[in-house]
């Protein structure tokens, strides 16, 4: 259960289960009372993301990055590869609008082609109108010194954005976060001008064998993409001498999490990862992580039942901990536990309030241990104020 092809993928590929266990594919979620027949006399509910509990004010502004020393993998007529990112950082204040959650152009197609295939009924849900609260463009806060940067990469088929309340909180306590879009992959991405490339057709037959080949595949898209774009960081504008380049980590959900640990295996520039609840695709699945790996997991996601798991612990040789939240799914780690907290099957049974607020605090530690030297004893054992947790190494 642990890599789910969202939205573009559920309808195709409901209920098919990988033998081993490893791979699964959601089931279309049947809409309830959070996502209520469409109508055009209804306007749609209006969405929140919590609010982020740093100390810093929070700016963003989405960068479109071109590769030009590769073509695209997945589109062979394009002769070079573009990426959108966003970039989160503590701001100085600012009287600029909040930025959107979604851009409105990708948000109207994820309403439209996305939303829809996880029982969400296209008109219900205002994606559009949902903010963040980073001010849009705001100036960086120059206070805060030099820092850490954190990169994100979504689940398979995801947007960027589904990961904005953990990226949000990141921000506000000091880190520069990179969040990233890989395009033709991603449902769909919205580029400057309003152009929107949409994710290439899956193939007919979703054989447990052509996803897994897929998954490779998107892997090593991936780390091409995310090596870029650690490339690039210091030359986008505005972000010479404040991105600390020395520290460096990374949060992935799903297959993200897994392109994650890969990458601090491959990649000298990168020292932790954190894992969302992906299975492991690809080498690092067999040799394990020798740097820092944090590993959040669902309810029913454990090594026993994930051989992925039970080979990269067993191979890690680094700093490693595993967050297992009781009553959490395989979207409990994604922005819409909170904006659609009604789709159990996708979300789970645990509190949005409480899944947030453990994923949060636990993964601020880890990168404030590992990249800003803070000790914390969150890692040492059991502690009250999170009951939701069970903490092993």
Partial sequence: MSIHFPARRATAAAGLVLAAGV??????????????????????????????????RIGTRAVRLVDSSRRDPLVKAKPYRELMVSIWYPAAPSHGPFAPHMAPKAAADWDKR???????????????????????????????????????????????????????????????????????????????????????????????????????????????????????????????????????????????????????????RVDAAVNLDGSYVGPVARTGARKPILQFAAQEHTRAGDPSWKSFWTATTGWKREVRLAGAAHGSFTDLQVLVPGMRDFVGTIAPSRSVTAQRDYLAAFFDLHLKGRPTTLFDGADPRYPEVTLSR
Avoid: C, N
Avoid at 33 to 43: M, S
């Fill in 23 to 56: 791979l699964s594919m959601a089931a279309p979620v049947a809409a309830d009372a959070t996502t209520p027949a469409a109508d055009a006399t209804v306007r749609p509910r209006k969405l929140t993301l919590p609010a982020p509990t740093g100390t810093y």
């Fill in 114 to 268: 996305s939303a829809p295939g996880m029982g969400i009924k296209a008109g219900t849900l205002d994606w559009a109108g949902t903010t963040t609260h980073a001010r849009q463009d705001a100036p960086i806060d120059r206070t805060a010194g030099r820092l850490p940067v954190v990169l994100f990469t979504p689940g398979d088929g995801g947007p960027r954005t589904l990961g904005t309340a953990l990226v949000e909180d990141l921000a506000g306590r000091g880190y520069l976060v990179i969040t990233v879009d890989h395009t033709y992959e991603a449902d769909q991405v919205e580029f400057p001008g309003g152009r929107v490339e949409r994710a290439v057709p899956l193939p007919a037959k979703l054989t447990p064998a052509v996803i897994a080949r897929l998954l490779r595949t998107h892997s090593k898209i991936r780390l091409a993409d995310l090596r870029f774009v650690l490339g690039r960081i210091g030359r986008i504008d505005g972000l010479s001498g404040v991105a600390d380049l020395s520290k460096v980590g990374i949060l992935g959900q799903s297959i993200g999490g897994s392109v994650a640990a890969q990458l601090t295996r491959d990649d000298r």
